[in-house]
């Protein structure tokens, strides 16, 4: 422990000259030092120091940088409630130094041990540190008795050994620096009582040692004086004056000097605490007894407490407060009614036994909301912190929250931290409500919630995905460039920037020419459109591709679609009379089961398009299969030829074959001239089977 001070006046005692008591001091320092392993930090300054005092360095001895302090870094505690900021953190150096002039006694009255409790908040990462200030007291306080001056009556008829209570001293100091001693002025006939004073003891006892005699003297005058052990020692005075009376020559006597009882803190008014009973042997009046509460009963203990001036019964008045006192102590005196009454004495010690009627406190010191999505474990969320105004078990505090949530606390004494523990995903959860409960160890036991409100920040994780995996988009020959040829979509389920989508071609060639010289893609909406106007005769359809599903750019994510144009010729779009051959499914006759073949329309084709799907699958066995399908074939009766296209298996395109009805070349020559060459039939044949798609 480090000491800001110490105290003047100190002399060397021999024995400490000797290597025995400096090797065991030197093991002392080094098991109050704090290290490494130290829970707690600890230091101590006597009271009444001026401001500016040095306590300790802190940061040192944390081991903390300068540079991750900041303003309010620092928070003082006293009994579990913030304290008036006696102390103060230097940030440009990290000493710890007395801000406010410290009063032991204003702080703690005469508690044994007066504490500061400090957290040392640090930055960057996020570090609470506990330290504790004890103030040490200075003997700044002499002794004082309740009252100036005394007066007693005694009989001259009472023996010696005769015994007479006097109020004691009060000193606010604590340890050695109260009152550790009494002395009295020279008397004849009364000595004091200098047996070890009782711990909390408020009473001195007078005795007489010799006995009076009215008619030598009527009036005795003493002086009482209270000594503290502080260096130098602190003193007061009384002074007491005894008037010596004839007659009434009993005290009433209490069965006991000192009762002691126990009484929960819930008592209820009217709940009898003791009943006490004193007797006087005197005869008559002189033997009836009166109780009352005397008068170093305390004006609180008066509030709390009452007595039946008839029974002696002492009873609850009062809300009792374990928390507010642990125990009281009440002095009765019993009066008899003689002409010179008599007086006797006892003290009545209540324990206080606390009941569990606080419930626990959590304290939100620091939130750190919103946590992005990508937090790593242990993270910190959120400082707190629990308190509870009862003693003991009671007293103790757990903090606990739901095991479902991605998060998790870690405490040290009476201070949490809320760290992250599992993955978090804002697209799943955007925000969570987090109810922390703090329950005590009492019995019945009592709790408490707060619930805090973490939000969930986005990064950019997901990437966005069209709403189809392939488009197949029908278009007439000879069209209008800038007709629209369809719209695509696709969402993205992060917010605001990382879910803007924008939408482009991949980069490709297309008969030698890139594919934006075909088609254009509105970057906002989706919709493509027809660069040029498109030629039936010099291609039928082209795929613009997909990219890579891992495709990543580093500032946003992309997805990738895949679409094929086809085009027919407008005169042909039309249904012929001969319609496809049963040979071959058709839409009224495809199996319903998914792995079996399906002929469907395609997407965009009209309800009497002449254009077909054909999927084929394990589940349909008297089909032929992909290898054993003609390239193309004549409908008979119609003038169409359907052109059959296979994707290779490694495809990312559906395993499909595409039959697009077209229009007979031969017969088309044969409107315009009867008859041709073999090998102009050939080229022309050639032509009608070209594929143009750009695999």
């Known amino acids: 422990m480090e000491l800001a001070g110490t105290r003047p006046g100190a002399t060397e005692h021999p024995r400490l000259r000797t290597p025995m008591f400096w090797l065991l001091l030197l093991s002392l320092l080094l098991l109050l030092l704090p290290g490494p392993a130290a829970s707690q930090l600890r230091y101590s300054v006597p009271e009444e120091q001026t401001p500016g005092a040095l306590v300790g360095n802190v940061a040192r001895a944390l081991g903390l940088e300068l540079r991750r302090l900041g303003p309010g870094c620092l928070r003082i505690n006293h009994l579990g409630a913030p304290s008036p900021r006696y102390l103060e953190l230097d940030l440009t150096s990290g000493a710890l130094f007395v801000n406010e002039r410290i009063d032991r006694e204003a702080l703690c009255e005469q508690r044994p041990r007066c504490l500061l409790s400090l957290e040392v908040l640090a930055h960057s990462p996020v570090a609470v540190s506990a330290v504790e200030v004890e103030v040490l007291d200075i003997n700044d306080n002499s002794p004082r008795f309740p009252r100036p001056d005394y007066q007693l ?19 606010p100091d604590v340890g050695t620096n109260s009152v550790q001693t009494y002395e009295l002025s020279p008397s004849e006939h009364f000595e004091l009582d200098l047996k070890p004073l009782q711990e909390n003891s408020k009473v001195l006892e007078l005795v007489l040692r010799k006995g009076l005699d009215r008619e030598q003297a009527v009036l005795h005058h003493l002086v009482l004086t209270a000594v503290d052990g502080g260096s130098p020692a602190r003193s007061g005075t009384a002074q007491i004056s005894v008037l010596v009376l004839d007659t009434n020559d009993n005290s009433p006597a209490f ?38 509460l005397s008068s170093y009963t305390s004006d609180r203990e008066r509030q709390l407490f009452s007595i039946d001036a008839s029974t002696g019964e002492v009873r609850v008045s009062g ?33 206080i036994v606390d009941v569990n009627d606080n419930a626990p406190e959590v304290v939100l010191t620091d939130l750190y909301s919103p946590v992005p999505e990508d937090a790593a474990p242990n993270t910190v969320v959120a400082l707190l912190s629990v308190n509870d105004q009862d003693s003991g078990p ?94 695509v979509q696709a969402t993205d389920p992060d917010e605001k920037e990382n879910s803007e989508v924008t939408y482009s071609l991949m980069e490709r060639e297309i008969q030698g020419l890139p594919v934006t010289s075909y ?122 030829i359907i052109s059959i296209r296979q994707e290779p298996t490694n495809s990312q395109i559906d395993k499909s074959d595409f039959i697009t009805f077209g229009k007979k070349e031969e017969t088309k020559k044969k409107k315009k001239k009867k008859k041709g060459n073999k090998t102009q039939e050939k080229k022309e044949k050639g032509n009608s089977t070209t594929d143009n798609s750009d695999q």
């Not at 009762?259 to 605490?273: F, I, K, M, N, W």
């Not at 291609?539 to 679409?563: C, I, K, V």
């Open 153 to 171: 009556q005694v009989s001259e008829s009472v023996a010696p050994g005769a015994r007479f209570h006097i109020e004691s001293a009060q000193d």
């Open 255 to 292: 069965d006991q000097s000192t009762y002691r009882v126990q009484l929960r803190e819930d008592a209820p008014p009217g709940t009898l605490v003791v009943k006490l009973n004193a007797s006087d042997p005197d005869e008559g009046s002189n033997g009836e007894l009166t109780y009352s």
């Open 319 to 351: 809300e009792l407060d374990y928390e507010e006192a642990s125990s009281y102590q009440i002095y009765v005196q019993a009066t008899d009614r003689g002409p010179v009454p008599m007086v006797g004495h006892c003290k009545v010690l209540v324990d």
């Open 394 to 487: 009671n007293r103790k505090v757990s903090l606990g929250l739901e095991a479902t949530l991605p998060f998790r606390l870690n405490g040290f004494g009476n201070s949490y931290t809320l760290v992250v523990s599992g993955p978090l995903d804002r697209e799943q959860v955007a925000a969570y409500n987090i109810t922390v409960t703090a329950t005590d160890g009492g019995v019945p036991q009592l709790t408490s919630q707060r619930t805090l409100q973490v939000e969930i920040s986005d990064i950019n994780d997901n990437p966005p995905s069209f709403l189809k995996d392939s488009y197949s988009i029908y278009i007439e020959e000879n069209n209008l460039p800038g007709v629209l040829l369809c719209t």
């Open 519 to 640: 088609v254009s893609i509105n970057s906002a909406s989706g919709s493509l459109y027809a660069v040029n106007s498109f030629d039936y005769e010099k291609f039928r359809e082209f795929f613009p591709r997909q990219p890579n599903p891992d495709w990543r750019y580093s500032a946003s994510l992309r997805a990738g679609m895949h679409s094929s144009v086809h085009l027919e010729e407008a005169g042909i779009l039309r249904a012929g009379p001969g319609g496809p051959d049963q040979q071959w499914p058709t839409v009224s006759s495809a199996t319903p089961e998914p792995e079996a073949g399906e002929v469907s329309p395609p997407v965009g084709a009209g309800v009497n398009s002449n254009s077909w799907t054909f999927k084929y699958g394990p589940g349909n066995p008297k089909q032929s299969g992909p290898g054993e399908l003609p390239d193309k074939f004549i409908i008979p009766g119609s003038p169409a």
